[in-house]
């Protein structure tokens, strides 16, 4: 039998609350707690190709993040729902501090508006797929022209 309006309103909320505890833990800096919001920790980082999976991956690269960009932070968030996943648009904010995809710091700071569909099953997220603007983030970073390099064919 399908669920009733009351069921799926309480899903959405429930949903919701979840994603809002995520993003302020990962604000926060408190990964154990950013990683109990996952039925299985999972990110995809679509302007990279990226992905990380399960607990030690996803630490390691909430680690590696903030030593590249400690201050980096969410911001303006705005929640959309869909059937199976809530869909987050934020500004992504950081300052280039320490060593990140292989380039060394930069002293500068970004601002890029990005979206995440946080996936569910049930109520526990079971993947952050993260669409933003790599170009945007390494301009303001100085590092444009060598991002670059790295998209260009090898040979």
């Not at 996952?38 to 992905?51: C, I, K, N, S």
Request: proline share 5%; net charge negative.
């Amino acid at each position: 039998m399908g669920s009733t309006a009351a069921e799926a309103a309480d899903l959405r909320a429930r949903r919701e609350a979840v994603v809002r505890e995520h993003m302020e833990a990962e604000n926060a800096l408190d990964f154990d707690r950013a990683l109990s919001t996952f039925d299985h920790p999972r990110y995809e980082l679509m302007a990279t190709g990226q992905v990380f999976d399960g607990p030690e991956e996803v630490m390691g690269y909430y680690r590696t993040t903030r030593e590249a960009f400690p201050d980096q932070r969410n911001e303006n968030v705005v929640l959309r729902h869909a059937d199976d996943a809530v869909i987050a648009e934020f500004d992504l904010k950081g300052t280039h501090l320490g060593p990140y995809l292989g380039f060394p710091p930069t002293g500068k700071s970004f601002t890029c508006r990005m979206a995440a569909l946080f996936l569910f099953e049930g109520d526990r997220i079971v993947c952050e797929r993260v669409y933003f603007d790599l170009t945007t983030i390494a301009a303001q970073l100085g590092l444009l022209g060598e991002v670059a390099k790295l998209a260009e064919p090898a040979g």
